[in-house]
């Protein structure tokens, strides 16, 4: 980690939400998420959140390094339609050893979307695929 990876990081992230990411996309193969309206899907919900928790940390990791979610703690309080904007917010609030902590929040042009936090391990790749290999069949 470099020593520039401090609290007061953020990212913002601006992202029109297609018709394949709502809920009847998000495990097409059950019928029950079919069955349900087309807004963005919290799991998807939860990639935006990831990915602008990642922006925030570029240029402020080793070359070898790596972030993977750990933990999420959202809510998911607003449907977002197709079509429509989401804004995502990500500020990192605190680093402890290799766990980082952000704070979000998410927005669309007419409610706030979500707020929570997530928090983010930073891995050593290499290492990682090493250990991942002995898990893996193919």
Known sequence: ????????LSARLDYVVP???????????????VALP????????????????M???????DKD???????????????????ETVT???ELTAVEGRQLVFTVHAADAAATVCRGTHRRAVIDTGRFHAKLGGRTTG
């Open 88 to 90: 995502v917010h990500a």
């Open 19 to 33: 018709a394949e990411r709502t809920v009847p996309h998000l495990l097409p193969e059950s019928d029950d998420f």
């Open 55 to 61: 922006r925030a940390l570029h240029g402020h990791l």
């Open 65 to 83: 390094e790596q972030t993977l979610g750990v933990h999420v703690d959202l809510s998911h309080q607003a449907p977002t339609p197709p079509g």
């Open 38 to 53: 087309a807004v963005l899907a919290t799991g998807y919900l939860v990639g935006l959140v990831e990915w602008t928790c």
């Open 1 to 8: 980690m470099l020593a520039s990876l401090q609290p007061g």
